[in-house]
């Protein structure tokens, strides 16, 4: 069974609403997914003092999908400390909210030094239309590398 792009991108990676086909309900069941994530699963990994603060992490993390990730400007946007940030963002990739990419250099200080791009698992929440193409070969191209990775072929 195939579909077309078209349809897909609109709606999301995910079973549920994809195969219900409306937007309407994607974008509530997305959305219901990130609260869920947030203020359940998030605690439980970490003790968030302020999580509201994780909140407005999450709603900056939206307009910044599919470019360079700034920690700092981050920071600066949710008026908290550099570390905590950081960690944040580590503790929001363990439920799959979000995954990085480190640009490809031949030098290796060039590439742990340059900043990474941010992508959603849930690309339907993306508003541009580029990011989300963009997002969704990010996705694909992160399940090649991780299925390689379990056959022990990468």
């Known amino acids: 069974m195939t579909f077309p792009l ?4 609109p709606l ?5 609403p994809l195969q219900r086909g409306s937007e309407g309900h994607a974008k509530r069941w997305s959305r219901l997914r990130i609260e869920r ?9 970490r003790n968030v003092g302020d999580l509201n603060a994780l909140h407005i992490l999450v709603d900056l993390l ?7 990730l700034s920690v700092n400007s981050l920071r ?3 008026g908290g400390a550099y570390g ?15 995954f990085t990419i480190r ?3 031949g030098k290796l200080k060039r590439s742990l030094t340059a ?3 941010l992508y959603l698992y849930e690309f339907s929440m993306v508003e541009s239309l580029g990011a989300k193409l963009e997002t969704l070969c990010a996705c694909h191209l992160l399940k090649l590398c991780q299925y390689w990775t379990n056959l022990a072929m990468g």
């Open 84 to 98: 905590t940030v950081r960690d944040w963002m580590l503790v929001l990739e363990a439920p799959y909210i979000c």
């Open 62 to 68: 939206l307009g910044k999908v599919g470019s360079q």
């Open 76 to 78: 600066e946007g949710v």
């Open 103 to 105: 640009p490809f250099s």
């Open 6 to 9: 078209d349809d897909s991108v």
């Open 12 to 16: 999301t990676g995910f079973p549920g």
């Open 115 to 117: 900043e990474p791009k």
């Open 37 to 45: 994530l947030l203020n359940e699963d998030v605690c439980d990994l």
